[in-house]
């Protein structure tokens, strides 16, 4: 059992999670994507520009752990929350993306219980999983901490956010958010749009109808100081559907709005350069 004296150690050393800590005071939660740019100067781009979170993409990009890692260094120090969404369920993305820097995992097309449980079991330390105890840890600003209580504290920092993204995942979604370790839920809009057969219909009703049995299932796992909350990726470009998720969610759960950074970046050029082609008179 870890001392009190340790638990101090630990959790002086550990940067905090702000993305969890916005979600928890009742305020929206944003967070970018990096895709189209994965230095060490994201972390302070997305900073200066008012996000929560930057959130890594290895699910559809090339990018690799070792660049991943430095992505999540520039957004600790920059004093954001590193999230990365990993390709696969497996220990070699989850455990060594942790491993790496980041503060939670985004599992893609999770379906089941079962699956769920998978993800805590490589996300979370013991006694709520089995990731193997790794030293200097960059979460813990690579300082020597002790392991009994390092791995508490990292279990707490650390979220494990299943993607919702199928209407089987749907049917199931108590189930899993019954697996205790499960922290968010992530939908992904465009491919439950497929899944729903309304594909590319982002505005149709039975998206809104979706997100709200999906709340309803987090408001019910709410309980004995946990909080569920729903985060809503795909979106980028329909403000209007954001803002109607947003604000008809009875249960005040939808909070988290993700954006990818590719149209940000390709919408910031084009207007500066029709801006610069257009300078004579």
């Known amino acids: 059992m870890a001392s009190n004296e340790d638990l101090a ?39 200066n520009a008012g996000f929560h979170a930057v959130m890594v993409d290895m699910e559809h990009s090339v990018v690799g752990l070792e660049t991943a890692s430095g992505v999540f260094a520039s957004a600790l120090n920059a004093g954001l929350t590193p999230l990365v969404r990993v390709p696969a369920a497996g220990a070699e993305w989850i455990s060594r993306s942790l491993d790496g820097g980041a503060l939670g995992v985004i599992v893609p097309h999770v379906n089941t219980a079962a699956e769920a449980r998978a993800i805590v079991k490589y996300a979370k330390f013991s006694p709520l999983g089995e990731r193997s105890i790794s030293g200097g840890m960059p979460i813990f600003h690579l300082k020597s901490v002790p392991n009994v209580a390092s791995s508490l504290v990292a279990n707490e920092a650390t979220l494990v956010i299943c993607m919702i993204e199928t209407q089987e995942a749907v049917d199931n979604i108590d189930e899993i958010l019954s697996v205790e370790g499960v922290d ?98």
């Open 184 to 281: 968010m839920l992530h939908v992904g809009t465009n491919d439950l749009a497929d899944s729903l057969g309304i594909t590319g219909e982002l505005g149709n009703e039975k998206i809104f109808e979706t997100y709200q049995r999906i709340s309803d299932a987090a408001a019910r796992a709410s309980v004995n100081g946990r909080k569920v909350y729903v985060g809503m990726g795909g979106l980028q470009g329909r403000p209007e559907v954001i803002r109607r998720l947003v604000n008809e969610d009875k249960n005040k759960l939808v909070r988290w709005i993700s954006t990818a950074d590719f149209p940000l970046y390709s919408q910031a050029l084009e207007d500066c350069a029709t801006n610069m082609n257009n300078m004579l008179d």
């Open 9 to 47: 150690i630990a959790r002086d050393a550990i940067f905090p999670n702000t993305f969890k800590n916005t979600l928890h005071a009742g305020k929206i939660a944003t967070s970018v994507m990096a895709r189209a740019v994965t230095n060490h100067t994201v972390g302070q781009i997305a900073a």
